[in-house]
């Protein structure tokens, strides 16, 4: 178990971002799809196209702040709806949904906004939905020791409703179980149960 009671997770600025060179580069994206940058709404966007991305790309800071379970509490704590947004990885088009993280309590329980934050932490690159999911889980799990671990992930991809088949108003559901969530039953249906996710 991990000692002390907050981890600083810490990011420092990308020393690897050039938002210059990124402007540049979406300027010359955009002319070379056709789209002229000489009105005075568009002259700025390949700037603001480079903040954006590097925005998308860059988690803030946050400590993992957990507490002594000094009551013993050993059911699972699950919060809900934790809003979720990423960017696809294979044509860096926005997917947003929401992630449902719970954990059943080992010797420490967790600050309740860490879990969102924890989500926001791998949700700022690009990413695959099922990766994204996975790493949510497996972080809480080396961090915080728990008897479990359950996320799932609820998201509509860009990728998918705005381009190629468009198929509007698709979801996709992705989860990852760890520990007693995933080798008992009826704890694994008590997770499902509570995230209104039929399992």
Request: aromatic content about 6%; charged content about 20%; hydrophobic content about 40%.
């Amino acid at each position: 178990m991990r000692s002390g009671s907050a981890l600083h997770v810490v990011h420092e600025p990308d020393p690897g971002i050039d938002l210059a060179a990124a402007a540049r580069a979406a300027g010359d994206f955009l002319r070379a799809l056709g789209v002229s940058l000489e009105t005075e709404s568009l002259q700025g966007t390949p700037e603001r196209m480079a903040r954006a991305y590097a925005e998308l790309f860059t988690p803030r800071s946050f400590d993992l702040t957990t507490f002594p379970n000094d009551e013993g509490y050993d059911e699972l704590v699950l919060a809900r709806g934790i809003p979720v947004r990423s960017v696809c990885e294979h044509h860096l088009l926005p997917f947003t949904g929401v992630a449902h993280v719970g954990y059943l309590p080992g010797d420490r329980i967790l600050g309740l906004s860490k879990l969102a934050r924890v989500v926001e932490h791998f949700a700022c690159r690009p990413q695959v939905q099922e990766r994204l999911t996975k790493q949510v889980a497996g972080w809480l799990g080396e961090q915080l020791s728990p008897k479990g671990v359950g996320v799932v992930i609820e998201a509509e991809h860009t990728c998918m409703t705005l381009r190629g088949v468009q198929a509007t108003g698709s979801s996709t559901v992705t989860s990852t179980l760890l520990g007693t969530l995933r080798e008992d039953a009826r704890s694994r249906q008590e997770f499902f149960a509570l995230t209104g996710v039929n399992a």
